[in-house]
Structure formats: structure tokens, C-alpha cells
């Protein structure tokens, strides 16, 4: 995986390239690969979508459950004196890894029993927004239709990988996973992701703190930690983040910032994921939590939509 981290990072380095070229060094590995440019005023970015079919994926008529890999990120860089990648830029970074490391197995004839459909986007040209304590790095469309645009229907699970550096909430240098979210609940991690998380990195496993103000829009105006777990609001699929974190508060602009060892540590994580999850040795939350919450308190999806009238 450090060959791949170090190749697209070299890919990305490069601030005419875009999602076209990127597809190009993919080979044959993927079954289908779906590229949508975007462009306003403030900005432009590519979307892209690349999915690998499972041996037993849903794309050929079995039924192994299929992984979602979204590479979570405002944007790649901001215009200025400072040229390089953002800190921003890890959750591409991870997404873009995995799947040029999955294209690669599946040239040596190594597949993974589930399809796995990866989507991030490649912005090349961010703009910074306020937000306390450091600005984000932002995409030029809000995350109303950033987020429809990532997620798919097709994805059973959700890993969403992205930068987590500028908080205090938890201080390590490494990757982390937040608990499950599904439909608005906040539930409990799974014991099968914290044990994956544990044989990839060797250490004991870091939960990140999510709250329920992460769960909701953006453009609500409530304070966000992070946006890793946003693709929950436009999918009934549980998702659970993997942010990349450092001991120190790092500026979401700052650059000079790629760590890469955790980079590929994150990247080799959700391949793990994808392959058990596809195996059925692996789960992203406990349905008994989720039926247990839907039963007792009834559906959360109502406010995670709109403002309360008035």
C-alpha cells in the first residue's frame, strides 16, 4: 500500500490532473469507473466513482454486501503563496490509494469477495471558509450537493476517511474510528471494526468523539467537529469514520502536513474492512442498538433535515 499512498500523491501533486487521468492509471482493475466535472463561480472539482466487483458481489448476482469507500475532503489546495496539498487533503489521498491498490490486486487475479465502490473528488482549486478554530477548506458546491453526489445507493456500509487535525478531541498521531452513525443514531462501535483496527496498526484502537451537531447539515449554521459522518444524512447505509488525526492541532490549509505512513496505514485499514465486511466476518454496528433505539424512541431522520419552524 506505500507504493500506491506514494503514487497518488505524486498523481495528485500535480495541479492539472483530475479524475480523466487518474482513471487512466487504474488499468483494467475496475469494472466501471464514473467521472461527473463540476464548475462554478468559486471553484471546480471531478467527482469520480470507482467500483471493484466481489466474487461473490452484488454487481455479478450474489449476495456478499458491497463496502463504500468515500474519501472524504473540502479540497486539495487553495490558490496563494502556499502551493502544495492541504492537510485537507488526506481523505482523497486514502480513497484514490485504496483504489489504485485494489485495481493492482485484481491484475494478479486477487479479488475481494464483496464489491467495493469507492467516490471522492478531486478539487484542485478550494477556497477557505470561517469556522472555529481554523478555516475549512471548502469544495465549490455546499455539502447539500456535495454529499448526494459522494454517496450511493449501492453501498451497503460506509467508511469515510478524511482529515481530522484541527480539534483537540483526540491526541495521537494515526488514524481513529468514530462510532457507527445510521439514520441520525450514534451507536456503540463494533467490536469486529476496533479488533481490524488493532492487527492493521498494532495498537490498541482510538475511537474519535463524534456528537450529534455532526450528524446534522452543515448548512443548518451548528457547529461541526468534523463532516466524516455527513454521508449519513443522504444514506440509509451505516457509516463510520476513519479520521486521520495528529498529537498536535494542524491547520486544515496548512501544508507540508502528509504523513504518509498513516496514510497508508488508514488506506491499508479500509481495504481490511472491505474484505471482511464482504466475508461476513465483519460488522459496522450492532442491529440489535439500532431496532433497540427505532423501537423505544422512534425514527431520528425528521431532524437531521430541516430547522424546527419558526
Not at 469477495?113 to 455546499?142: E, K, N, R, Y
Request: net charge negative; glycine share 10%; aromatic share 6%.
Amino acid at each position: 500500500m506505500l507504493r500506491e499512498v506514494m503514487d497518488v500523491l505524486e498523481f495528485l501533486d500535480d495541479a492539472r490532473n483530475g479524475a480523466e487521468p487518474f482513471a487512466a492509471l487504474l488499468s483494467d482493475g475496475p469494472q466501471s469507473v464514473e467521472i461527473t466535472p463540476f464548475e462554478s463561480d468559486i471553484g471546480k472539482t471531478d467527482f469520480i466513482k470507482i467500483l471493484f466487483p466481489g466474487t461473490s458481489g452484488k454487481t455479478g448476482g450474489g449476495d456478499a454486501p458491497t463496502t463504500g469507500i468515500i474519501g472524504s475532503n473540502g479540497g486539495l489546495r487553495l490558490p496563494g503563496e502556499y502551493p502544495g496539498l492541504a492537510s485537507d487533503a488526506d481523505g482523497c489521498i486514502v480513497g484514490l490509494s485504496a483504489a489504485l491498490r485494489l485495481a493492482r490486486m485484481r491484475t494478479r487475479g486477487q479479488q475481494l469477495a464483496g464489491d467495493v465502490l469507492i467516490s471522492t473528488h478531486i478539487c484542485q482549486q478550494a477556497h477557505p471558509a470561517p469556522h472555529d478554530p481554523f478555516p475549512f477548506v471548502m469544495s465549490p458546491l455546499p455539502s447539500s450537493e456535495k454529499h448526494p453526489r459522494l454517496v450511493d445507493e449501492r453501498m451497503d456500509a460506509i467508511l469515510t476517511p478524511e482529515t481530522c487535525k484541527g480539534n483537540k478531541m483526540i491526541s495521537h498521531l494515526g488514524f481513529a474510528v468514530t462510532p457507527p452513525v445510521r439514520e441520525g443514531f450514534i451507536m456503540r462501535p463494533h467490536a469486529s471494526i476496533l479488533h481490524i483496527m488493532e492487527m492493521v496498526t498494532g495498537k490498541e484502537p482510538a475511537v474519535f468523539p463524534i456528537t450529534m451537531q455532526d450528524v446534522t447539515p452543515y448548512e443548518l449554521g451548528v457547529h461541526h467537529i468534523c463532516g466524516m459522518v455527513l454521508p449519513s444524512i443522504f444514506s440509509d447505509a451505516p457509516v463510520v469514520g476513519v479520521p486521520l488525526v495528529t498529537e498536535i492541532q494542524t491547520h486544515p490549509s496548512a501544508t507540508g502536513t502528509q504523513q504518509i505512513m498513516v496514510l497508508e496505514s488508514a488506506a491499508r485499514f479500509c481495504i481490511e474492512v472491505a474484505t471482511s465486511f464482504g466475508n461476513g466476518a465483519c460488522e459496522f454496528y450492532y442491529p440489535g442498538d439500532f431496532e433497540g433505539m427505532v423501537e423505544n424512541f422512534g425514527a431520528m431522520r425528521g431532524w437531521q433535515q430541516k430547522k424546527k419552524d419558526g
